[in-house]
């Protein structure tokens, strides 16, 4: 595409960025001839207005600075590009963007094309690759607190990841376990004007719930290899019986290792566009967090829709169409 005017929005603590970088990606637009204007957004917000200024925006961050500008840009028509900076950046994984700063870019200005992407919402909050309920919420929340008291920056990336998954593990062992409702909703039946039912279709139990929009989640692994941003519904893996930190671990593992043999059984995979969940303890669910791509959320109870075409991204012709 032939873009003109392009906004950078950038995290300068997400996980792989460096000054280095961030002047190579100026350098970039520059020796282009694209004028790009710049935008950080741990000391400025992103206004809607700007899809009137800019042709593109660009993320330079995570899948958390992702989420917040898509939250800011949703049903927007201005392209987004992201260029993974992240720890784990799942959508870029998803997008098969390449790993080197040099080849993204010139992927994302030369060959990416626009596309309307379907997001998911858990309550008022967007979400592009997933959200999750209960013991992963309750891990992100927990890493946020951690990162925001430690005042060292790791920038080997390798390093961060095993100290992340390490945080993970021990963190795991504090958690415990609720027990989650999980509603699939139907359509909304009308009895009169006035009043509104809502029909539900089916009901599940469960310890942990991961509602995926794209296909990897955690690092690059496929617990959802059939699942894709433009299906119309998500893919939702249930974990139903949980008494600890392994039986989750085993129960995920089971899931990339043995996805053709659980892929279609209920007590694994539910296919929805719209649930409803919350404690099976009405009381509990204040203490019971979810979380929007690697960001804490909030607590239950939280209803999740699929919302068709609500953000144009940049995509890689070679991803997921």
Known sequence: MNFKKVLIIYNPKSGRFSEKKFYYILNFFRNGNIYADTLNIIENCVEKSIADIFDMVLVVGGDGSLNYVINALAFTNIPIAHLPMGTV?????ENKTPYSLRKALN???YKYKPASINLGKANDRYFIAMTGIGLDAFIVKNMEEKIRKNKKRIYNNSL??????LNIIKLAKNYKFQDLSLQVIGKEVSENYFTKQTEIC???????IIVSNIRYYGGPFKVFPNNSPLNDKFDIRLVKNAGGRMDVIFSI???LTFYKRYGNNPDFYIKADKILVSSSIPSQNKNIFYQCDGEFAGTLPVEIEKVPGAITMLVNPESFF
């Not at 950046?89 to 994984?93: E, K, T």
């Not at 089916?202 to 942990?208: C, H, I, V, W």
């Open 202 to 208: 089916s009901k599940y139990t469960g310890k942990e």
């Open 89 to 93: 950046n799942l959508f870029a994984l």
């Open 160 to 165: 961060k990841y095993l100290i992340y998954i």
């Open 253 to 255: 593992l089971k899931s």
């Open 107 to 109: 992927e994302i200005i």
